[in-house]
């Protein structure tokens, strides 16, 4: 579908949903997180969501998470996740239809991602803004390989509670996966997630006389 026909969704972004997460450490000072989410609301309706994040990756505001890989079930989420935060979304297909696993198939009909995901013990209350600003501020590149950064500060709440995100296929995700053993795995129900307009890096000053626009 042409981005023509997509309704338009700025930031900021309030999402409500649920999800689940695998930790896992990759290096002596980094992590990786594995997220799987199904959103019941957002600005661009019901999406699914897998996405791949490396912490800390170097940026020039410091250490930061950021969105290494992604993939959404929507057209719609993948044009104004890109435009909005410069997350670098792509289209799949995840296929639900036996309970407690997920089939995520890449836009070319290639085997993309196979979860199996569990609940394994009773929920409590989070809220993000208990993690320090640095670990909720992901910082994503620009798309067209320039010099800017996008920073997004995210804020939100849930019910979390101790759970197993399996991974026995990730060929377009990340292929190691399967082989490598999780620190820790999270479920969360009543998602609310808050996406602002992100900052930007460098901040956006004056143009020198003479240039247009100045």
């Known amino acids: 579908m042409s981005s023509l026909y997509l309704p338009a969704a700025p930031a900021p972004w309030t999402l409500r949903g649920r999800g689940w997460l ?21 600005p661009v309706g019901p999406y699914d969501e897998l996405m791949w994040v490396d912490a800390p990756v170097a940026t020039p505001v410091g250490g930061r998470p950021s969105i290494r890989r992604i993939v959404v079930s929507t057209a719609a989420s993948v044009t104004w996740g890109r435009r ?12 639900w239809s036996v309970p407690g696993q997920v089939r995520v198939t890449g836009a070319g009909g290639e ?21 320090p600003r ?8 620009a798309l067209d390989g320039g010099p800017e950064w996008q920073l997004t500060t995210i804020g939100g709440a849930a019910h979390a509670f101790p759970a197993r995100l399996t991974v ?10 399967p082989a490598r053993r999780p620190l820790l795995g999270v479920g969360f129900s009543g998602v609310r997630l ?15 006389q003479g240039e247009p626009g100045a």
């Open 194 to 208: 808050h996406f602002p307009i992100p900052a930007l890096w460098p901040e956006p000053g004056p143009r020198p």
């Open 134 to 141: 640095a670990w909720r501020t992901v910082a994503q590149p």
């Open 168 to 177: 026995l296929h990730a060929a377009g995700l990340a292929p190691e996966l």
């Open 111 to 131: 085997p993309y991602a196979h979860l199996t995901f569990r609940r394994a013990g009773p929920a409590l209350p989070v809220n993000a803004e208990w993690l």
């Open 22 to 42: 695998a930790l896992y450490r990759l290096r002596p000072a980094g992590v990786g997180a594995l997220l799987l989410v199904r959103y019941a609301a957002s």
């Open 84 to 95: 909005n935060w410069a997350i670098p979304k792509a289209r799949a297909t995840f296929d």
